[in-house]
């Protein structure tokens, strides 16, 4: 579709309308058979991730190895949009947007839940003299850090880098399909339309799942604080409400809203990582947080390719596989989000800074709090781990309680998802919007108000439909079919810089790019 086809429609109507289709044909399917949901979404889960599990974590290896090759390939010296572009924004507010937006929600949900769910449950056999509870929380950390680290930005920045790429020193659309154009035929236009339709599924299926935990753990703190009921009429008001403040801030853009909502709930997060920090067992955290660090990178290879070949269980599919789904569906979202933000950058400085800068953040945060309910369960009350069990929404609030001003902490925490929430949305609207004008961005607060509505919706819709099963379901279904879109993409950015290089076209106007 050419620019003149853009200016004349508010929306690519092959894109929006098929998209938008699937999403109320879900919606009417999964409500209308809620009694046989459940069992639905575990039967498909359960499928795709026995048959395709090996393909997703071969996946995330390929997109890492894929980051580290344009690092220290000849391409790492091309600018982002030419040679005379510069950033525009600050690295920090840069490497703040970057955080709020990949992460977000998660951080809140699986701080204390996961890093006690693999004390509790060791995954991995450990070696005959690795059986202490030390040696165990060690080995907690860094499965913890396998799901939250390098793979998940190396998703994000192989297609962040490539829009950025097509957008900024191509000229082409802001679409998924234009990263394709030199390996999809001319002839095929249907292929195009198919992939930004998968993008805007994955996006609305992924950022939906984050929303639907960031829902359960609102209701768990206001349950703990206010003694609001948990019930599912609860967590759809909280929903609506939620979805509504964010549709509000659509309407502001990306300078005044997003931007503000990642330095408010980065601020606020900061606030309570510190406080954690400092009235938690501080040198424990930070003797933790270095030996973390070291663990992860000295078991990289072995935790990378782990794929339960030879032990037969279903610890992998309900982890590993289901964060390796969720970081490719949330990949379109996210990495349309950086490219829009990363104008200026080198493609070195853009790959190194997504994938350390966020993991280090990521891992400092994972050993604050979950170094500290270690802390509690070995030399502690202990309890934590019964919690978790019990509730992986309520794990934060329970841990919270073993601190002084826990009822303040706990009030920040529900603010602080509420504003991840509400930036997860602004975002994933802004994004699929996006796609669904074909690369045209402003199109009006209209369209991108349909799409926050959509993704709160979904979020609802899959909490009713079989709560976190059915959120880890969704996310797996989309996430294995882009999963081969990311692949193809590493292979047509490749050939897009092999064209350009050294010959990298300067844009005219950096000032109109954002």
């Known amino acids: 579709m050419t620019s003149e086809s853009h200016s004349q429609n508010r929306i690519h109507a092959?894109?929006?309308?098929?998209?938008?289709?699937?999403i109320v044909g879900f919606f009417a399917l999964t409500l209308a058979n809620l009694e046989r949901a459940q069992e639905v979404f575990g039967g498909a889960q359960a499928f795709f991730t026995g048959s395709f599990g090996w393909f997703l974590v071969m996946t995330v290896n390929i997109l890492f190895v894929f980051c580290g090759y344009l690092v220290f390939s000849r391409f790492g010296g091309i600018r982002i949009g030419g040679a005379s572009a510069r950033p525009q924004f600050s690295s920090l507010t840069w490497f703040s947007m970057l955080f709020s937006a990949g992460m977000g929600i998660g951080l809140l949900f699986f701080g204390v839940s996961e890093p006690i769910t693999h004390f509790a449950n060791p995954p991995l056999p450990p070696p005959a003299h690795l059986t202490s509870p030390a040696a165990i929380?060690?080995?907690?950390?860094s499965v913890t850090f396998l799901h939250w680290g390098l793979h998940a930005w190396a998703t994000y920045a192989v297609i962040g880098l490539a829009l950025a790429y097509v957008k900024y020193n191509?000229?082409?659309?802001?679409?998924?399909?234009?990263?394709?154009?030199?390996?999809?035929?001319?002839?095929?236009p249907w292929l195009a339309h198919t992939v930004d339709i998968l993008a805007i599924v994955a996006t609305v299926c992924g950022v939906s799942t984050s929303l639907g935990l960031g829902a359960s753990q609102v209701n768990a703190g206001l349950t703990r604080l206010f003694d609001l009921p948990e019930t599912p009429m609860t967590l759809l008001i909280i929903v609506a409400v939620i979805t509504v403040i964010a549709t509000m801030s659509v309407a502001s853009g990306l300078e005044k809203g997003i931007r503000r909502l990642s330095e408010?709930?980065?601020?606020?997060?900061?606030?309570l990582l510190l406080f954690v920090l400092l009235a938690g067992p501080t040198v424990f955290i930070l003797d933790g947080f270095v030996q973390n660090v070291g663990h992860y990178l000295q078991n990289f290879v072995r935790l990378s390719t782990w794929s339960e070949a030879y032990v037969q269980t279903d610890w992998q599919n309900g982890w590993t596989v289901f964060y390796w789904a969720w970081w490719i569906s949330w990949s379109p979202f996210v990495g349309m989000f950086i490219a829009r933000i990363s104008y200026g950058r080198t493609v070195r400085e853009f790959v190194l800074g997504v994938l350390f800068v966020p993991t280090l953040l990521t891992f400092f945060w994972m050993s604050v709090f979950g170094n500290s309910a270690l802390h509690i369960e070995l030399f502690g009350a202990g309890g934590l781990a019964e919690a978790v069990n019990a509730s992986a929404a309520h794990a934060m609030f329970v841990f919270l309680g073993h601190?002084?001003?826990?009822?303040?902490?706990?009030f920040l925490a529900i603010i602080i998802v509420v504003t991840f929430f509400v930036t997860s949305a602004d975002s994933g609207a802004m994004v699929t919007d996006i796609i669904a004008s074909g690369g045209e961005q402003n199109r009006g607060v209209l369209q991108r108000s349909v799409w926050a509505v959509a993704l709160g919706l979904m979020a609802g819709v899959l909490l009713m439909a079989g709560g976190l099963g059915a959120l880890q379901t969704a996310a797996i279904v989309t996430g294995?079919?882009?999963a081969l879109v990311l692949l193809l993409m590493c292979f047509a950015v490749h050939k897009l810089m092999?064209?350009?290089?050294?010959y990298v076209v300067e844009h005219e106007d950096p000032a109109n790019e954002t």
Do not use: C, K, Q, W
């Not at 092959?14 to 699937?22: E, G, K, R």
């Not at 929380?137 to 950390?141: K, L, Q, T, V």
């Open 14 to 22: 092959p894109v929006f309308y098929t998209s938008l289709a699937i």
């Open 137 to 141: 929380a060690g080995e907690a950390m």
């Open 170 to 188: 191509r000229g082409l659309p802001l679409t998924v399909s234009a990263i394709l154009t030199p390996i999809l035929p001319r002839r095929m």
């Open 264 to 271: 408010i709930n980065m601020s606020l997060a900061g606030v």
């Open 403 to 410: 601190f002084p001003l826990a009822e303040v902490t706990s």
């Open 480 to 482: 294995l079919p882009f």
């Open 498 to 502: 092999s064209e350009d290089y050294p």
